[in-house]
């Protein structure tokens, strides 16, 4: 996470970046991500007896990290490429994708807290007990904004990539250094279909996801379209 320009990156390159001490490489900043969550969904699984609920949160962490990864890979690629600052300002220096992922965290809890209980579904308690406890939500809820932010990066990509495409004529290995990263925006998305067999007994969750996914595809397909 070196040599980040704070003026052209990501939230979370910003923040992580910024902490004293803290230059590792990439994969190791990823490993250790992956590590600490998934350790701590382990730990609580075997206190709390949580055990039907590890399939569900690992799904969500390998999301989350994957997220993580594009960030770290869009920014060195989208950063090297000889592409025009005002692109590059409104990817990276807007922070619209927090924004984004604000609102998808608030949409989720707004969703799993009013609405599921009262349709009788109450995915909460299936996957964390009835009463969940309260270290096990605390954990369930910070997995959940990490893959909802990183839901709001895949979004932002999309939509840029979209707008890079119809404002701006890019050189050769400019369009050759974007199309590997919507390829890379594209992967992540398909991968959040790893969540969908943890959400089946909310339907709408299901449908949200999957159209969240088939949106971002079919945004990415025409920016590759018109390229």
């Given amino acids: 996470m070196r040599d980040v320009d704070y003026g052209r990156a990501w ?3 910003s923040i992580v970046g910024a902490i004293p001490g803290v230059d590792v490489p990439d994969r190791v900043a990823l490993a250790v991500q992956f590590a600490l969550f998934e350790g701590a969904v382990l730990a609580l699984a075997g206190v709390s007896d949580l055990w039907t609920a590890v399939p569900a949160a690992t799904a969500a962490v390998i999301v989350a990290t994957a997220g993580s990864a594009l960030m770290l890979d869009l920014g060195r690629r989208l950063r090297r490429a000889d592409l025009p600052d005002a692109y590059t300002h409104v990817v990276f220096g807007s922070s619209v994708e927090t924004v984004l992922g604000v609102v998808a965290y608030v949409t ?3 969703y799993l807290f ?3 209980p009262r349709d009788g579904t109450a995915l909460v308690t299936t996957l964390l007990g009835h009463p969940p406890s309260a270290p096990a939500t605390f954990l369930a809820l910070l997995v959940c904004w990490d893959v909802c932010y990183r839901i709001g990066v895949g979004w932002w990509a999309a939509v840029t990539a979209l707008w890079r495409t119809l404002a701006f004529d890019l050189d050769q290995h400019a369009r050759r250094a974007v199309a590997a990263a919507d390829r890379r925006t594209a992967a992540f998305g398909l991968l959040q279909l790893l969540l969908v067999p943890f959400v ?3 339907p709408l969750l299901v449908v ?3 159209g969240h996914v088939v949106a971002v595809l079919a945004v990415l397909g025409v920016a ?3 390229r």
Avoid: F, I, N, W
């Fill in 108 to 110: 989720l809890l707004t």
């Fill in 224 to 226: 590759s379209m018109v």
């Fill in 11 to 13: 939230t979370y390159e």
């Fill in 208 to 210: 949200a996801v999957v």
């Fill in 114 to 116: 009013v609405v599921d």
């Fill in 200 to 202: 089946t007994p909310a």
